[in-house]
């Protein structure tokens, strides 16, 4: 499935390789209509946590009050070469939000992350990769 404008795959604009840990939070469908074919070898992880860290994050969020405490504990999942992907209702799909990428890119640095890349997931979602702040990285 291509998404946005490019004609790039989503899961090639997301990063998601072969053999990746992944967890995806809040999606509004199941995640394979999303993204179409995960590559081979995608271990889908559940939210409970406890189950080691992932390589990449995908939450999909409608409203901003959320988002700090969410995107602190989303940063203590991912390795510290992880990425954590937010994604939020585009403001031409009419869904009810408040969130917008200022939004994300304030609470992702309060949380010591910094965004990347953005990106169209779909019609309706729009997306910003976060990662840990290179001096946050514990040397790295």
Do not use: N
Not at 52 to 74: Q, S, W
């Amino acid at each position: 499935m291509s998404s946005g404008y490019s004609g790039t795959p989503l899961v090639r604009k997301l990063g998601i390789r072969a053999g990746m840990r992944l967890l995806v939070e809040a999606a509004p469908r199941p995640y394979a209509e999303i993204v179409a074919d995960l590559p081979a070898g995608v271990e889908l992880v559940d939210d409970q946590g406890g189950s080691g860290p992932v390589d990449l994050v995908h939450v999909f969020v409608t409203e901003g009050d959320v988002l700090p405490e969410k995107l602190r504990a989303l940063r203590g999942r991912i390795h510290s070469a992880g990425t954590v992907w937010v994604s939020w209702p585009k403001r031409s799909a009419r869904v009810p939000t408040d969130v917008t990428e200022d939004v994300v890119r304030a609470a992702a640095l309060a949380a010591g992350l910094v965004d990347v890349k953005v990106c169209a997931v779909d019609a309706t979602w729009s997306g910003l990769k976060l990662v840990i702040r290179v001096r946050d990285r514990g040397g790295q």
